[in-house]
Nanobody
Framework: QVQLVESGGGLVQAGGSLRLSCTAS????????MGWFRQAPGREREFVAS????????SYADSVKGRFTISRDNAKKMVYLQMNSLKFEDTAVYYC?????????WGQGTQVTVSS
């Protein structure tokens, strides 16, 4: 079992940037796909990005392509989400998750608020 803790959220103006970090503890990290999701008030949690264990397979939601970049450092047990050109609609709680058979081991989330 892995425990995930997100950090790096905050308040930023539209057009700005933030870098989210996800710290993992536990042994089962490096071999599994990791991902970022987000949930805005009144909306379902949605997929943002994922990266496989070697970093060779990366996926993004259409809404963030070209603006967000996911990366990982297996030695440090970290996953990152670099968010550029932020928009008001990016405002949400961002969660880190691990996929074994399904997505799980959700962290507590970090709030990202983009002011227009």
């Amino acid at each position: 079992q892995v425990q995930l803790v997100e950090s790096g959220g905050g308040l930023v103006q539209a057009g700005g940037s933030l870098r989210l970090s996800c710290t993992a503890s536990g042994r089962t990290f490096s071999v599994y796909t990791m991902g970022w999701f987000r949930q805005a008030p009144g909306r379902e949690r949605e997929f943002v990005a994922s990266i496989n264990w070697r970093g060779g397979s990366i996926s993004y939601a259409d809404s963030v392509k070209g603006r967000f970049t996911i990366s990982r450092d297996n030695a440090k047990k970290m996953v990152y989400l670099q968010m550029n050109s932020l928009k008001f609609e990016d405002t949400a709680v961002y969660y880190c998750a691990q996929r074994i058979t399904t997505w799980g081991s959700w962290g507590q989330g970090t709030q990202v608020t983009v002011s227009s």
